[in-house]
Every structure is written in C-alpha cells, then in structure tokens.
C-alpha cells in the first residue's frame, strides 16, 4: 500500500524499486524557526548499523531519486532519504520561506529531531550544493560529505530573479511539461534507454503536490545555490567526489574544481593537528554514466561509498 499522501499516480508506478521505495515514505512533523507550524517533512529510512547515510536529492525532485541507490546502501548501513524544504512531498505552507538557508535551516531540525548523530550526507547535483552548505553551516552534524555531480561550483543564473507573475508561472507550466521533461531526463543519462515511462513517473509525482510552481518560483527567485567559491577550502570533512564521465547536464570541469578547491584551509581549521591528519578529498570518474550516477550506476556508486564510509 502507498501511503494517502502521496498522489493518485503513484499507482502508475511498475518497477519494482519504485513502488518499494514509494511504499517506504513516511510522513513527521518537524518543528522549526522558520513557521509557527511543524512542517509535515517526508522521509525514508533503512537499514541499520555504522554511521548514518543521509542522501539528498536534486532539483525539483524528491526522495524517488534516490530509489535504486538507498536500498543498497541500507544493506549495510542506516540510511536516510529526505524530501528538502520546497521541494517532493515535504509540505509547502504558505508564508514559509524557501530558499537555500531555510533549506539548511530545516534540514538540521529534520536531523535533530530524528537522526541526533553524526551523518554521512551525499548529495546529488543540487542535493550537493545543499549538502555543500550543510556542511559548512553545521559541521558537527556532518563526519563525511559525498557529492555526486554536484552543483555549487558555478554561479546561480540570474533569472530567477524576474520571475514576477505571470512569467514565474509560464515558466513552471513550461518546466511541468511532459515532453519538457522526458528531454531533460534522455540528457541526464548516458545510455538513453533508462528514461522509462516510470523514471517520467517518478520525476513528475511531486508536482502534483499544493504549492508546487509556488515553491518553485519563491526558491528560483531567491538565487538559488551559487558558486561556493572560496568556502569550500574550509570543508576539512573527509569528501568523495563522484562524477559520471559523460555528464551533459553540468559537464565535466567541475568535477576536478571541486577535489582542488576542497580542504585546502584545512590545517588552519583544525589547529595543531598535523598535515597527515588532515583528510583530502578523492575524486572518483564513474565510466559510461551521466549526470545520474545514482541512478544509472547505483550499484558502483554505492560500493564507493561503502567503501569511503569504511576507510576514512
């Protein structure tokens, strides 16, 4: 059974990991600054035992994302998936900001209200971005950051910002298109063949959700995550970089920007501590895969992170 909350089309759904992970979703009120009310917060959690795995999904998408790579990963350790504020079937209430600090904000109320431990915090293309800033903004929430073609190392298109009514709305009918979106999901992948009907499905559900094209507008409108630029050296977590050698929709350079720029004011932060003690981040090409390594070769994309999870 799928839960109430979810769309009526979820029922469309026909791969196995689909229905699993959609079946899996839970719904809990998180309490934080940024409303009077508790924000109904959807999430999936699997697996026991090591550090906890929390993943992030991507723009204008949702926990679905991330349902070929969690169960593999929850195989071996507790894994958690979130929908970010604004964003899947986390609720949209009217008069809550949305944008990448109340993204962070909620996200650590999420984390404190039912993880209270250290994480391992993966993100994917803008989950990276939004696991970039939590990262630097609660870095004693986060023991190692994962980013899988990750945004956040180049600026945010400016816009977003004269997205006024009625173009902010002609722009999300234009976005909501089916056809719009097939395309966008055929660029994601490297072998074309993985746009099914229920990866259209699983990329469309959340937009039948209130306050969709709302959220959409309010988060574009507010820039968005830009280029970290100079931040990221102060990332001294241990960092896995993964990136599909044929990415089209973010390209390739900045796969390596990142393993250069990250750590590097490690030392200063973290004191005395000696330059042996100081964990680099690792870059790792993930062949014959575009931007959805997750998805399109989840089964090596975990095992690397397993495997960084374990060693570092």
């Known amino acids: ?8 089309n979820t029922k469309q759904l026909v791969e196995s ?15 934080t600054p940024l409303s009077p009310q508790a924000i109904a917060t959807t999430y999936v959690n699997q697996g026991k035992g090591g550090t906890p795995i929390l993943l992030l999904h991507g723009f204008d998408s949702s926990v679905l994302e991330l349902r070929r790579l969690l169960p593999l990963l929850a195989q071996e350790n507790e894994t958690w998936a979130v929908d970010l504020l604004g964003f899947g079937f986390t609720d949209r209430m009217a008069g809550t900001p949305f944008s990448p600090n109340a993204i962070a904000t909620h996200l650590y109320y999420f984390w404190k209200t039912l993880i209270r431990t250290p994480v391992i915090v993966v993100g994917a293309s803008m989950g990276g971005a939004a696991a970039i800033d ?10 190692q950051l994962v980013l899988i073609d990750s945004a956040g190392c180049t600026k945010a298109p400016p816009m977003g910002k004269f997205l006024f009514p009625p173009l902010g709305y002609l722009a999300t009918a234009f976005l909501a298109n089916p056809k719009v979106r097939q395309s966008i999901s055929r660029n994601a992948y490297y072998d074309k063949g993985l746009a099914s009907e229920d990866a259209r499905i699983c990329a ?16 574009t409108k507010s820039g968005g995550y830009g280029d970290f630029g100079d931040k990221l ?10 990136w599909g050698d044929h990415d089209q929709i973010l ?18 932060a973290m004191g005395e501590a000696p330059l042996s003690a100081i964990a680099q981040s690792q ?23 397993l495997e960084f999870a374990y060693n570092s």
């Not at 990991?17 to 309490?31: F, G, K, P, V």
């Not at 870059?283 to 992170?305: N, R, S, Y």
């Open 233 to 242: 050296a102060q990332i001294s977590q241990p960092t896995l970089i993964l």
């Open 17 to 31: 990991t689909s229905i699993d992970l959609a079946q899996s979703i839970q719904r809990q009120a998180i309490s």
């Open 283 to 305: 870059l790792i090409w993930i062949k014959d895969c575009g931007h959805v390594p997750h998805l399109e070769q989840a089964q090596v994309t975990a095992e690397h992170i």
């Open 1 to 8: 059974m799928f839960p109430d909350f979810l769309p009526s």
């Open 251 to 268: 390209g390739t350079a900045a796969a390596s920007k990142f393993k250069d720029a990250i750590g590097k004011a490690a030392p200063k």
């Open 204 to 219: 469309a559900l959340h937009l039948e959700m209130p306050g969709w094209s709302q959220a959409l507008i309010a988060f």
């Open 134 to 143: 939590f990262t630097l903004t609660y870095p004693q929430v986060v023991k």
